[in-house]
Structure formats: structure tokens, C-alpha cells
Nanobody
Framework: QVQLVESGGGQVQAGGSLRLSCAAS????????MGWFRQAPGKERELVAA????????DYSDSVKGRFLISRDNAKNTVYLQMNSLKPEDTAVYYC????????????????????WGQGTQVTVSS
């Protein structure tokens, strides 16, 4: 089992920045591939960013590429999502998710791959 707890959400004006954190426990963190997802009202949950077990591989959705940065600190059992140049369309509940994997280069590509989820944190971007 993996427990995930997000923090760092809030309200910000367009063009501003936020950093989300997700603390993991229950399993060796370096054995877990991580991802950040978001879900806006009336929309499906979408993958925003993913990072491999050792942080060597990352991937981003086209909508956030160049603005968001995913990173992880395996010593602190934490994954981060730095969000810059925020837009009103980034408003959503953000979730971190995890999957235990063997392949160190594995990247999560969809919500169906993730058995472990955090409770979510609200991000609201006002225009």
C-alpha cells in the first residue's frame, strides 16, 4: 500500500505560480513511478505530468509543457509540481498518483495505471 498526501494548492491570479507537493509513505519511494493529474468540473481526469522512479524521465501534457515542472526527492519521499504562468484553464483539483514498477524508466500515461491516489488539492486561477 502507498499513502499519498498532497499540499500546496490555493488561489492565484493568472500569470502566477504555485508549487504542489505530494508526500508518500508505505513503500520504498524509489520503487514508485509518480504522476500528477487534474480534474476540472464536468471534465475527465487528465494526466498533467509524470516522472520515473529515479527522476530521469519526465513527460508533460501539451497544455502545460513549458510552464509546469515535475520533480522528485527520493530522500524526502516527495514529488513536486512547480506550476508557472498559470492560466484560468488550469483551475482544477490536482491529484498525485503512484504505481509500483520494476522498470526505472517507466512513465505513467493514464489514470487506469494508478492504484494509489491522494485526496486532491484545489487550484484556482483567477483572471
Amino acid at each position: 500500500q502507498v499513502q499519498l498526501v498532497e499540499s500546496g494548492g490555493g488561489q492565484v491570479q493568472a500569470g502566477g505560480s504555485l508549487r504542489l507537493s505530494c508526500a508518500a509513505s508505505g513503500r520504498t519511494f524509489s520503487s514508485i513511478a509518480m504522476g500528477w493529474f487534474r480534474q476540472a468540473p464536468g471534465k475527465e481526469r487528465e494526466l498533467v505530468a509524470a516522472i520515473s522512479r529515479n527522476g530521469g524521465n519526465t513527460d508533460y501534457s501539451d497544455s502545460v509543457k513549458g510552464r509546469f515542472l515535475i520533480s522528485r526527492d527520493n530522500a524526502k519521499n516527495t514529488v513536486y509540481l512547480q506550476m508557472n504562468s498559470l492560466k484560468p484553464e488550469d483551475t482544477a483539483v490536482y491529484y498525485c498518483a503512484a504505481r509500483a514498477v520494476v522498470n526505472i524508466n517507466y512513465l505513467i500515461s493514464g489514470p487506469h495505471e494508478c492504484p494509489y491516489w491522494g485526496q486532491g488539492t484545489q487550484v484556482t486561477v483567477s483572471s
